[in-house]
């Protein structure tokens, strides 16, 4: 009997605990649909207004600055010795001016040459002065019968032997005043033209080799003309026909990043390198300022298509349809602004990387998505967050 009542005491707990878990939500109220707040997701848009302005294509390259006009200067003959350099990198010089003295040694040898070889074209001169006078003699005791043949011809054969001794001789003298001549600009070094000093690449007392140095430079000092640049690149040729002489280039570098120096392309080479398929194009620089120097690396873009004063967007505004351009309109207001954009069709004209002119499909003024807009549609609800005007 115990085991009994025991058991039905067990199921009166167990019915009792059920009967509170699920009796104590009975009278709560059941959450609807209707009572969640659900946040309305807005995608963030920049935008820009469709302006008129210049629309360019064109074409970028790198490459390395150098002076239009630069020269090593050396010695004609390699194996003398630097006595002097008379000017420091940096400084100006003018056409003419002494730049390097060399060691005269050879020089001076070469000045007692032609001491000595003028000292045998006198002797020889001379010797030929007199065998003229002698001949003229001689011919004339020939035309009168006074003297034979035989003794005419001897004569008339001493006369043109030391007639071409006394040319071979002076032939002789004249290349050595020309070697002195090399060898005296071999020892005074000149500026050939006006410019700066940019290099020394010998010190005084060495021996001048003639090897190129580390840069690859073979000479004592270097001049350059700073207030003219150019830069040569190296053109695929698949740009190559878009280019010719006259065309506008945009000039950048890193010394310089907010400032853009004009240059115009001066030489296109009409061969393309056979193993790169590329051609050289160079382009002069003005350097007014001397701001660039010989070395620096550069970016240029060149100019190749002009659409001036056209209406346009940016090109990140384009969105296609149905292989179609279109772009997306809202109402101008001031951002931040919640809107839904509208989907135009435009017609373009030229595109480049950085806008599309439009030539029919919106006008002047109206705003236009320029990202977060390629899946966008008509019912999208968009958060304006800037505008660009």
Known sequence: MLMKKSSKTMYLVCAAAITVAFGGGCGKKKDTASDVEVEKILIPVRAAEAVNRDVTQSLNFSGNIDAFRRAAIAPALAGSRV???????????????????????????SAAQIQQSNAQLAQLRAQLAQMEADFKRISTLHS?????????????????????????????????????????????LRAPFSGTVIGRYVNEGELYTGAPGADGISGVVAIAQLGRMKIEVMVPEQDFVHLRPGQIAHVRTEAYPDTVFEGTIFTVNAALNRMS???????????????LKPGMFAKVEIVTTTRPNVLAVPAGAIVMRDEKPHVFTVQSNTAPYITKPTLVKVETGLVTDRFAQILSGIDEGTIVLTDNNVSLSNNTDIRVIAIER
């Open 83 to 109: 006595l002097r350099i008379h000017v420091d990198e940096g400084h100006s010089v003018s056409e003419g001016q002494l730049l390097a003295t060399m060691e005269d040694f050879q020089l001076q040898q």
């Open 144 to 188: 009168r019968g006074s003297m034979t043949q035989q003794q005419f011809d001897q004569a008339k054969a001493g006369y043109e032997a030391l007639q071409a001794g006394y040319d071979a001789a002076k032939a002789g003298n004249d290349a050595a005043k020309a070697g002195y001549s090399l060898l005296q600009k071999s020892v005074q």
């Open 277 to 291: 398929r590329t051609a050289r194009v160079a382009i002069d620089i003005k350097n007014d300022k001397q701001l």
